[in-house]
C-alpha cells in the first residue's frame, strides 16, 4: 500500500469539522486505498471498528436501489451518541445520492466523507444542496515526488524516464512490462469512456468521442480552441460540429482524463475566452492509444510540470 502523505494529512485536517469531505480524481488513481490509509489512521486513535462506516458502491455487495435504502442502510449501524465516520466510495452510482449525503450530515455525530471519479459529483443538485457545507479534495496519480518515495530513489534521469513511460496510477508499478502497463491503461481509459461518459451522455458517438481523445492527447500543452478542434477533426474526414467537441472535451474534464488551464492576460489581469491547454492527467496513458514513437518530450516535460 502506498501511502499518500499530502492527502491523508489533508484528511487529519478535517476530521470531525463539520463540512463533507468530498474526494474526486480520475478511477484508478488511488481514492479507495486512501480511505483505507485514513481508516487504519482512525483506528490508530482509538476510534472503535464499530463506529466506522465504509460503504464500497462498486462492490456488487452494496447495491442500493436508491438513496433511501443507502441511509437507512447507514443509519441503522449508528447506535449511539458517539462520534460516527461514514465513507462512501463512488457514491455517484446510487441515484440521488446527494439526499442520503445530506441526511447523513445532518446527524450531530457523523463524519461523512465520499468518493467520486466524475466532476459531475459536485455539479447539480449536489452543490446546490450543500452549498458551503462541503470541502473538496482533489486527487491526482503519484506525483514524481511521490514515484521516488516509493522506491526510495533520488531524482535522476533514469527515474525520470521511469516515470513517463511507466504510469503514474498507483497499481502500474506492479507491472513490469510496457506492454502490460499499456493493455492496462487501455482497459482503464475504455472504462471511463464507457462508464463515466458514456453512461451520463446517453447519445454520445463513443467512435467521435475517442477521436476527439486521441487529438487531446496528440496535443497536450498546444494551445487550442473547440473550432479548431472541430475544423482540425472535420479536415481529417471527421465532419463533427463545435458543439459537439465542446460537450466531448467537458465529459473528458469532468472525468479528470485532461485538466483544462485557461489563458491569462498579465496586463490586464483577466482569462482569456479562448486557446485553453489541455494536460493529460497520466502522460503514459496516451501511449496506449497513440503509440509510442514520435514521443514530443517537451510537452511532456510540460504536463509534468
Not at 481529417?236 to 472525468?255: A, F, K, N, P, Q
Not at 482524463?257 to 492576460?265: A, E, G, I, L, P
Given at each position: 500500500?502506498?501511502?499518500?502523505?499530502?492527502?491523508?494529512?489533508?484528511?487529519?485536517?478535517?476530521?470531525?469539522?463539520?463540512?463533507i469531505k468530498v474526494i474526486t480524481g480520475i478511477r484508478r488513481c488511488g481514492k479507495s486505498t486512501l480511505f483505507d490509509i485514513y481508516i487504519d489512521y482512525l483506528k490508530s486513535i482509538g476510534i472503535e471498528d464499530n463506529h466506522i462506516i465504509s460503504v464500497n458502491l462498486e462492490n456488487p455487495d452494496n447495491e442500493f436501489d436508491t438513496y433511501k435504502e443507502l441511509y437507512k442502510y447507514v443509519k441503522e449501524q449508528i447506535k449511539d451518541k458517539k462520534q460516527y465516520y461514514v465513507f462512501l466510495d463512488e457514491v455517484q452510482k446510487v441515484s440521488d445520492f446527494q439526499k442520503a449525503v445530506d441526511g447523513l450530515y445532518i446527524m450531530k455525530n457523523v463524519d461523512v466523507y465520499i468518493t467520486?471519479?466524475?466532476?459531475?459529483?459536485?455539479?447539480?443538485?449536489?452543490?446546490?444542496?450543500?452549498?458551503?457545507?462541503?470541502?473538496?479534495?482533489?486527487?491526482?496519480?503519484l506525483s514524481f515526488k511521490e514515484y521516488l518515495n516509493y522506491y526510495k530513489k533520488d531524482a535522476d534521469e533514469k527515474m525520470y524516464l521511469n516515470y513517463i513511460n511507466r504510469s503514474s496510477f498507483p497499481y502500474a508499478l506492479k507491472l513490469e512490462e510496457e506492454?502490460?502497463?499499456?493493455?492496462?491503461?487501455?482497459?482503464?481509459?475504455?472504462?471511463?469512456?464507457?462508464?463515466?461518459?458514456?453512461?451520463?451522455?446517453?447519445?454520445?458517438?463513443?467512435?467521435?468521442?475517442?477521436?476527439?481523445?486521441?487529438?487531446?492527447?496528440?496535443?497536450?500543452?498546444?494551445?487550442?480552441?473547440?473550432?479548431?478542434?472541430?475544423?482540425?477533426?472535420?479536415?481529417?474526414?471527421?465532419?463533427?460540429?463545435?458543439?459537439?467537441?465542446?460537450?466531448?472535451?467537458?465529459s473528458l474534464v469532468e472525468s479528470y482524463v485532461f485538466n483544462k488551464v485557461s489563458?491569462?492576460?498579465?496586463?490586464?489581469?483577466?482569462?482569456?475566452?479562448?486557446?485553453?491547454?489541455?494536460y493529460a492527467t497520466d502522460v503514459t496513458m496516451r501511449y496506449a492509444l497513440l503509440g509510442r514513437r514520435n514521443i514530443d518530450v517537451g510537452h511532456i516535460l510540460e504536463n509534468i510540470v
Amino acid at each position: 500500500m502506498i501511502e499518500r502523505k499530502e492527502y491523508l494529512e489533508k484528511l487529519k485536517k478535517w476530521k470531525d469539522k463539520d463540512l463533507i469531505k468530498v474526494i474526486t480524481g480520475i478511477r484508478r488513481c488511488g481514492k479507495s486505498t486512501l480511505f483505507d490509509i485514513y481508516i487504519d489512521y482512525l483506528k490508530s486513535i482509538g476510534i472503535e471498528d464499530n463506529h466506522i462506516i465504509s460503504v464500497n458502491l462498486e462492490n456488487p455487495d452494496n447495491e442500493f436501489d436508491t438513496y433511501k435504502e443507502l441511509y437507512k442502510y447507514v443509519k441503522e449501524q449508528i447506535k449511539d451518541k458517539k462520534q460516527y465516520y461514514v465513507f462512501l466510495d463512488e457514491v455517484q452510482k446510487v441515484s440521488d445520492f446527494q439526499k442520503a449525503v445530506d441526511g447523513l450530515y445532518i446527524m450531530k455525530n457523523v463524519d461523512v466523507y465520499i468518493t467520486g471519479s466524475n466532476a459531475y459529483l459536485l455539479s447539480g443538485e449536489l452543490a446546490t444542496l450543500l452549498t458551503g457545507r462541503y470541502i473538496e479534495i482533489k486527487m491526482y496519480p503519484l506525483s514524481f515526488k511521490e514515484y521516488l518515495n516509493y522506491y526510495k530513489k533520488d531524482a535522476d534521469e533514469k527515474m525520470y524516464l521511469n516515470y513517463i513511460n511507466r504510469s503514474s496510477f498507483p497499481y502500474a508499478l506492479k507491472l513490469e512490462e510496457e506492454s502490460e502497463i499499456d493493455d492496462y491503461l487501455d482497459a482503464l481509459y475504455n472504462t471511463i469512456i464507457v462508464k463515466d461518459i458514456g453512461l451520463r451522455k446517453k447519445n454520445a458517438d463513443t467512435t467521435m468521442l475517442r477521436t476527439v481523445a486521441r487529438f487531446m492527447f496528440n496535443n497536450i500543452g498546444n494551445c487550442l480552441s473547440i473550432k479548431k478542434i472541430a475544423d482540425t477533426l472535420t479536415s481529417d474526414g471527421r465532419s463533427i460540429s463545435v458543439h459537439t467537441v465542446e460537450s466531448y472535451l467537458e465529459s473528458l474534464v469532468e472525468s479528470y482524463v485532461f485538466n483544462k488551464v485557461s489563458r491569462f492576460d498579465i496586463k490586464g489581469k483577466q482569462y482569456l475566452q479562448s486557446g485553453e491547454k489541455y494536460y493529460a492527467t497520466d502522460v503514459t496513458m496516451r501511449y496506449a492509444l497513440l503509440g509510442r514513437r514520435n514521443i514530443d518530450v517537451g510537452h511532456i516535460l510540460e504536463n509534468i510540470v
